[in-house]
Nanobody
Framework: QVQLVESGGGLVEAGDSLTLSCAFS????????MGWFRQAPGKEREFVAG????????YYTNSVKGRFIISRDDGKNTVYLQMNGVKPEDTARYYC????????????????????WGQGTQLTVSS
């Protein structure tokens, strides 16, 4: 069974940078596409960024393009979300998700595309 554990959230100021991490265990990490989603109070869970099984393909929602970078380290079974120039509207609980997809180039972007989820890490950005 896949387990995902996010870390790195917290309270930051607008304009700050931070990196979220998601530790993967239970299966072969390099066979999985990984995604970051977020959910703010009263809003639906939304896709933020994703990376395919071998890191060749990445995809971002428009609101974070140019500010966030998703990456993976298969040696550490970890996916990262580097967040630069955060804004108050980035405030949300951030979730890591995994989908077995070896050989697939396209990055899944819907919550229903993913099979496994972490518990999330809270990010609060003050203005």
């Amino acid at each position: 069974q896949v387990q995902l554990v996010e870390s790195g959230g917290g309270l930051v100021e607008a304009g700050d940078s931070l990196t979220l991490s998601c530790a993967f265990s239970g299966r072969t990490f390099s066979h999985y596409a990984m995604g970051w989603f977020r959910q703010a109070p009263g809003k639906e869970r939304e896709f933020v960024a994703g990376i395919n099984w071998n890191g060749v393909s990445t995809y971002y929602t428009n609101s974070v393009k140019g500010r966030f970078i998703i990456s993976r380290d298969d040696g550490k079974n970890t996916v990262y979300l580097q967040m630069n120039g955060v804004k108050p509207e980035d405030t949300a609980r951030y979730y890591c998700a995994a989908r077995p997809a070896p050989g697939v180039v396209v990055v899944p972007t819907l919550p229903t595309n993913y099979d496994y989820w972490g518990q999330g890490t809270q990010l609060t950005v003050s203005s």
